[in-house]
């Protein structure tokens, strides 16, 4: 079955630093890619996706590939901010559409 | 427009006990998906419902239902409560069924202690 794989945390870094957290999927045909946010207390806020594979989403910064042939979907960010402290999920949507299936999070913490 | 909401925003309940959870979806938005999030599972799929009709069910036990209502609001219930079943559970609405270019937006779930 479908499935997504994100790399583990928590992710420490200091301002302004280079963000990469990884994320690869398993999946049939051709999925929808998701990079979803929560912040603490709250529920998820989609932070970017792409459709089709080569597509870049981008949102507050924040960049990611749609990557088939190594069915990835790593996301990037220049320079974080203490603001962008938070955990941030992977998901996929499958080509037949339904139901959302992520993976297990990555904590990032920003340090001034 | 206002977004999702889901009440309450906090429950504690007893084992055996039961629990509904409700969910307001966006203005227009005909579709509600649940997803119960755990610090040892995640993120895990509920049930999606559309005009009132379940479409896709998650792999949970049968005391875990739903339904929608002809506002597009739905509510959830979980009979027998285990102590497993504390979570953090979230709605999410989309204007359609689940598909490529349906954005899903999210409430800020309901946080379930079960004692």
Not at chain 1, 55 to 72: I, L
Not at chain 2, 8 to 20: A, C
Not at chain 2, 57 to 62: H, S, V
Request: charged share 15%; aromatic share 12%; hydrophobic share 30%.
């Amino acid at each position: 079955g479908n499935s997504v794989t994100q790399m583990e945390g928590p992710v420490t870094l200091s301002e302004e630093a280079f963000l990469t957290i990884n994320c690869t999927y398993t999946a049939t045909g051709y999925p929808s890619l998701f990079w979803y946010v929560q912040y603490p207390g709250e529920g998820l806020q989609l932070l970017l996706k792409a459709t089709k594979a080569d597509d870049k989403g981008s949102n507050k910064g924040f960049e990611a590939t749609y990557r088939k042939e190594t069915t990835s979907f790593h996301l990037e960010k220049g320079s974080v901010q203490v603001s962008d402290s938070a955990v941030y999920f992977c998901a996929l949507r499958g080509d037949q559409g339904g139901k959302l299936i992520f993976g297990q999070g990555t904590e990032l913490s920003v340090k001034p | 427009k206002a977004g999702v909401t889901q009440t309450p925003r906090y429950l504690i309940k007893t084992r055996g006990q039961q629990v509904t959870l409700s969910c307001s979806p966006i203005s227009g938005h005909r579709s509600v998906s649940w997803y119960q999030q755990t610090p040892g599972q995640g993120l895990q799929f509920l049930f999606e419902y559309f005009s009132e009709t379940q479409r896709n069910k998650g792999n949970f036990p049968g005391r875990f239902s739903g339904r929608q209502f002809s506002n597009s609001r739905s509510e959830m219930n979980v009979s027998t409560l285990e102590l497993g079943d504390s979570a953090l559970y979230l709605c999410a609405s989309s204007w359609g069924p689940g598909g490529s270019y349906n954005e899903q937006f999210f409430g800020p779930g309901t946080r379930l202690t079960v004692l």
